[in-house]
Structures are given as C-alpha cells and as structure tokens.
C-alpha cells in the first residue's frame, strides 16, 4: 500500500509576518486580552469602511453603555442611532442592535462561537463571521478582508492589487498561516495589521515590510496594476451626505421635527425630499400620524 503523500510545508512567510507583528502592532482596544466576542464583534461592525481613529472614541462610549448584547438589545433604536454619531452607514447600528437582540434571545446573550451561528445574525456576513470566531474565541479561522486581500495579492500572486473578491482567498490565507493555532491566530490579524500599515494602497512601504524578500509583486519588479479603473468613492454632495445632514436634525431633537425643520439641511429640494424617502425605507427615520418625522421609537 502506497503511503498518502506529505502536505506541503506551509508558507514561512506567515512565521515572518506573526513575528513582526510582535513589535508593529498598533494598540487597539479591541485586541486587549480582557475583550470578550461581543466586543470584537461591535468593533468589527463600527470598522466597517470606517478608519481605526473615528471608531475608537465611539467604540469606548459603546463598551461602557452596552457591555453586554441584552444592555444595547433594551435600547431603543433612536438611542442606539444617536450613539451611532459620525461613523456613517448608520443601518449598521440598527443591525447591530437587531443582532444584540437575536444574541439575546437566541443565545441566551452569549455571542456565539460557531461562524453558522454567527451568520445567522442580522448584519453579519462571511468575514465578520470569521473575525468574532478568530478574534474573540481564539478559532484558527482565515479572516479576509481588503488589506489581506491586498497582501495575498502582491506577497503570493505578484499582482498590484487584489481585483474583486475570489473563492481562492480563504484558501490562499489559510496556506499562509502557520500550523500552529495559537500563532495561526496570530497571523490573522498580524497579516491584516500588515496590508493597513505597510502593504497599502497606492504607494506601499516595501522598505519595512518583513517579507519584501519573499514578495512575488517586488521580486517581478512591483509591475503597475494593469486592471479596470478603480472608482475613487467620493462624499461631497452625495445621498450619503443628505442623509447625514437629515439624521443630524433629528439627533439633535428629542421630539418629531415638522418638515420645514429638514429643509435647512439641504438646498436641493428633490434630492432631500428622495434622501428622506430612503431613511424611512431603511427605518433610519419614522414619519408620525401628524406628518412630523423623528428617529425610531
């Protein structure tokens, strides 16, 4: 009987990057020994298309109010949005409080350990998944996000950048990672410290990256992106923008606004009036019997 071949040996370029990690990290609040998942998982929601500096402060605020998901689940949601401030995508606060609520009743207010139970909840998808189950119950778990992506893509594949999204990328990390679990954990956040701090966008710090001689991207001659145009998002005069400015109104009032109280808002009277159709659409706003308009009871 011919013996089952040996696995290849993983990556020690994943060694590397948990090492360097040791020295570079930043210290973050959420990556404290003391947290538990729930606190990993508000981090994870509030760091979505957000930078670390605006989610810190409100993070903190949030610990303290709701330390537990049943505290933020008996939260009335207008609360809940105003606490929300200036982060921005504010449905992830409503979806964070209907997970609160979900984990409250489902779990007994415990955040799930299993990546199916954590995608059952409301506003949770593959990676947040992933980085509760990681970060907040130590699993050996391959956490994918645009960083990882982007350094997968230079380190492994020799490309610019990363391009959408693939079914490889699970797969591609997990190979990166090291055998042992504890520093497989490490790495998860190590490789993504790594694509926010040195492997960014734009003009990379190959310099100080700790695997620069391994890179497939530097030793091909770190060729140009040669793909699509990547959209630069902008937020000036978008219904991004209209719709903070109409949220602003109502967090300020703690009673339902008229309407003539939204018009300062914003001078585009059809824009305003289509940005304020979406907040009611997306539950962000109620208008009441009378025809004023408010946060969600």
């Known amino acids: 009987m011919t013996a089952a071949a040996a696995p290849p040996p993983r990556e020690p370029a994943g060694e590397t990057i948990v090492d360097w990690y040791a020295s570079a990290a930043r210290d973050l609040p959420w990556r404290t020994p003391d947290v538990d998942a729930w606190a990993v998982l508000v981090s994870e929601v509030m760091l979505q298309q957000t930078p670390v500096a605006r989610v810190e402060p409100v993070w903190r605020t949030w610990m303290v109010r709701w330390p537990h998901p049943a505290d933020l689940a008996a939260t009335p949601p207008a609360e809940v949005i105003r606490a929300w401030g200036k982060l921005g995508y504010p449905r992830r606060a409503l979806r964070l409080r209907e997970a609160a609520v979900a984990i409250t009743e489902r779990h007994g207010g415990i955040v799930p350990d299993d990546v199916a139970a954590l995608e059952a909840l409301p506003g949770v998808g593959t990676y947040t998944a992933r980085a509760v189950a990681c970060f907040g119950y130590g699993q050996r778990q391959p956490v994918v996000d645009t960083n990882v992506r982007r350094v997968v893509a230079r380190l492994v594949h020799g490309c610019a950048e990363a391009g959408n999204a693939r079914a490889s990328d699970?797969?591609?990390?997990?190979?990166?990672?090291?055998?042992?679990?504890?520093r497989a954990v490490r790495f998860s956040v190590a490789v993504m410290e790594l694509g926010a701090l040195v492997c960014v966008a734009g003009t990379p710090r190959c310099a100080v990256c700790p695997v620069r001689d391994v890179c497939?991207?530097?030793?091909?001659?770190?060729?140009?992106?040669?793909?699509?145009?990547?959209?630069?998002?902008?937020?000036?005069?978008?219904?991004?923008?209209?719709?903070?400015?109409?949220?602003?109104?109502?967090?300020?009032?703690?009673?339902?606004?008229?309407?003539?109280a939204l018009e300062d808002a914003w001078e585009d009277a059809a824009q305003r009036s289509r940005c304020l159709d979406s907040l009611l659409t997306d539950a962000l706003v109620e208008q009441t019997e009378d025809g004023l308009f408010r946060l969600p009871t």
């Open 170 to 182: 699970l797969t591609d990390i997990e190979a990166l990672a090291p055998e042992d679990e504890q």
């Open 216 to 260: 497939a991207w530097r030793l091909a001659g770190s060729p140009a992106y040669d793909g699509p145009p990547r959209r630069v998002q902008k937020f000036a005069g978008t219904d991004r923008q209209v719709r903070g400015r109409l949220l602003d109104v109502l967090r300020s009032a703690h009673e339902p606004v008229p309407p003539a």
